[in-house]
C-alpha cells in the first residue's frame, strides 16, 4: 500500500486554515462597502459555520444511501482468503487467491440492508463460500467472512447484512 506523503496534508491544512485567517476577518469589512446592513453581514457570515454544521451530516447521510460493494467468492480452500491483505484482493482478486480461487459474483447493498443472493452455480471443487465487503476504512471493519459448503446434492441460499463494520453471513438450505 503506498503511504501518502504527510507534506501534502500538511501543504492543504496550512492553505485552508491561511484562506479561512484571511476570509473570515475582512469579509465582513468587505462587505460594508456596497452598503449591506449589518443585519445582511451577520447573515451571510453565519452561513459559513452552518455549513460547518450540518455538512459532515449530509455527507453521511450520502454515504449511508450510496452502498458498498460486495464480492461472493468460490473458493476450493480457505487459507489464502483468510491469509491474503485487504489491497491484494482488491487489486487482482485472482491472483491473491491463486489455485483456491473458482468464480466470484459482485453486488451492492447499502448499510442495514439485509438480502438474500441467488443461489451460485456449485461445482464439485467448491468448498467455502467467502464475502469481501468494501469498506471505506477496512483497518476497523471486518470486511471478510466464510462459510463451508458441501456443493454436492445441495442448493444454498446466504442471506447478507452489512453493518457498519462487519459482515453477517447466514447459510440456508433449500
Do not use: C
Not at 507534506?7 to 468587505?30: K, N, Q, T
Not at 491484494?88 to 466470484?104: I, P
Not at 452455480?121 to 477496512?138: F, K, M, N, S
Amino acid at each position: 500500500m503506498q503511504r501518502f506523503p504527510y507534506w501534502r496534508l500538511s501543504a492543504y491544512y496550512f492553505a485552508y486554515f491561511a484562506f479561512s485567517g484571511v476570509y473570515s476577518p475582512y469579509f465582513g469589512l468587505y462587505l460594508q462597502s456596497p452598503a449591506f446592513s449589518a443585519w445582511d453581514i451577520g447573515l451571510l457570515m453565519s452561513q459559513v459555520q452552518l455549513t460547518r454544521v450540518f455538512g459532515p451530516y449530509l455527507w453521511g447521510l450520502l454515504a449511508d444511501r450510496s452502498g458498498q460493494r460486495l464480492q461472493i467468492v468460490r473458493l476450493s480452500e480457505e487459507s489464502r482468503l483468510l491469509s491474503a491483505d485487504y489491497q491484494q484482493l482488491r487489486q487482482d482478486l485472482a491472483k491473491a487467491l491463486g489455485k483456491n480461487y473458482l468464480d466470484h459474483q459482485d453486488y451492492t447493498l447499502t448499510p442495514a440492508e439485509s438480502r438474500y443472493l441467488p443461489s451460485m452455480p456449485l461445482d464439485e471443487q467448491t468448498r467455502y463460500l467467502g464475502v469481501i465487503a468494501h469498506y471505506a476504512d477496512p483497518q476497523r471493519a471486518q470486511w471478510r467472512q466464510l462459510i463451508r459448503i458441501d456443493p454436492v446434492g445441495h442448493h444454498y441460499q446466504l442471506l447478507v447484512r452489512l453493518q457498519s463494520d462487519r459482515i453477517l453471513l447466514q447459510r440456508e438450505e433449500e
